[in-house]
């Protein structure tokens, strides 16, 4: 429905309710490389690894080389498929050539044999054209989501789940005394930078229209984070997050910009300043990410599994159960459940979940599948004499 959801979205994405999305290609990436020998391959599929890395665990690069420094050396043994992707470009504009299709070279891996569709190259027959184009290769690598996950947990690195929160960012900008919010059909290097963060973070992102609709809000409602009036105009976009931005650029080697996060009822403030565009909004963008990372991502730490019991209201049907128990399957630190009691109306579920509850809370919260009905509740479980009372926690909700 949104023409800037489209854009940003499309390309790693698909709906998965009305508010959050699930991420798609989070296990996969696609890495610039030379030319097809295998030890281009080999370096290139490292690069693939530590992208879909940062990517799972919400992690910066320099955190994951840290940590899984030795680990990026055997990246070959996590790989499902891959295959390889040729274009031709012009050699200044980096501009595709649309009458040149992309050769692709496909291989895939299956019982350790490598089956290749030959690439039909035809471009020595073909033409030459001024000015000459240059082809670039392109390694696509997908890896093996259950094994990147076991290794994750082997290393108690977090693990963020595909279901992830979608932002809407608002930026009132103050550039050189010209004032604006930004929006999602004009053309700036701010939305670029966005654009790629979101893909290389895998974090769903969108901006406002600034339709006749979105003109309600005002610039000065914006600038001044006047939160009753942006949350209003934000309705519309069923965000689970909301960025505020206010940007100060009136120095050719300076700007500064502060933030505020709307998630959960919660507010946090951040801000940069640095001399150009481009740091700048590297910095916000990745700070986005690791707040939301920070919330949503499951802690593998202490490995811990714990129980509880989840009492779901409006299960009256076959089909209702199957929604419900589909829906747990998709909720990654969920590691086992199944039904203890059923009743006329509801059901009665054990989870055992590697993580916390709040997590788990906040994960069900992304999703308009379950609603909350009821305050949390604590039952004392003796199972041993000699043991002492085990407390299971009591989550309620309601199948919509």
């Not at 093996?144 to 608002?170: D, F, N």
């Not at 053309?187 to 309600?216: G, Q």
């Not at 009036?229 to 909301?242: C, G, K």
């Not at 996060?261 to 963008?285: C, N, P, R, W």
């Amino acid at each position: 429905m949104f023409h800037r959801i489209i854009i940003i979205i499309s390309l790693l994405t698909c709906n998965f309710s009305a508010q959050a999305i699930q991420v798609k290609q989070i296990y996969e990436a696609e890495v610039e490389v030379k030319d097809q020998e295998t030890e281009q391959r080999a370096e290139a599929i490292q690069q693939a690894f530590e992208k879909v890395l940062i990517k799972v665990t919400g992690l910066h690069q320099s955190e994951i080389k840290n940590i899984l420094n030795n680990e990026m050396n055997l990246a070959d043994q996590y790989v499902q498929q891959f295959k390889y992707r040729l274009e031709e470009k012009l050699p200044e504009e980096e501009i595709p050539n649309e009458n040149n299709k992309n050769k692709v070279i496909a291989v895939e891996i299956d019982n350790n044999k490598e089956q290749t569709a030959p690439l039909n190259d035809n471009a020595e027959n073909s033409e030459t054209t001024e000015p000459q184009l240059v082809t670039h290769y392109y390694l696509w690598v997908k890896f093996y989501e259950e094994s990147v996950t076991r290794l994750l947990k082997k290393y108690s690195l977090p693990v963020w789940g595909k279901i992830r929160p979608l932002t809407l960012i608002w930026l009132a900008m103050d550039e050189f005394g010209k004032r604006s919010i930004l929006g999602e059909s004009q053309p700036s290097e701010i939305i670029t930078i966005a654009d790629d963060i979101s893909k290389s973070r895998a974090i769903p992102i969108v901006f406002p229209l600034l339709d006749l609709t979105d003109r309600s809000l005002l610039f000065s409602d914006v600038w001044g984070n006047f939160s009753d009036n942006i949350l209003r105009a934000s309705t519309r976009y069923e965000p689970d997050t909301i960025l505020v931005g206010r940007l100060n650029h009136y120095r050719k080697d300076y700007l500064g910009i502060k933030w505020t996060l709307y998630q959960g009822g919660d507010e946090l403030s951040f801000s940069h300043e640095g001399a150009t565009i481009e740091k700048v909004f590297m910095l916000s963008f990745n700070t986005l990410a690791d707040k939301l990372a920070e919330r949503y991502a499951t802690n593998t730490t202490n490995g811990v599994i714990q129980q509880l019991t989840l009492h779901v209201s409006n299960v009256s049907s076959l089909s209702q159960y199957v929604k419900l128990m589909d829906y747990l399957k998709q909720i990654d630190l969920i590691s086992n459940s199944y039904p203890t009691q059923f009743g006329q109306n509801n059901i009665k579920l054990e989870l055992f979940i590697q993580g916390e509850i709040n997590t788990l809370k906040q994960s069900i919260s992304l999703s308009d599948v379950l609603s909350n009905t009821e305050e949390d509740t604590v039952t004392n479980i003796t199972t041993d004499n000699t043991l002492p009372p085990q407390n299971i926690p009591n989550l309620y909700y309601q199948l919509n």
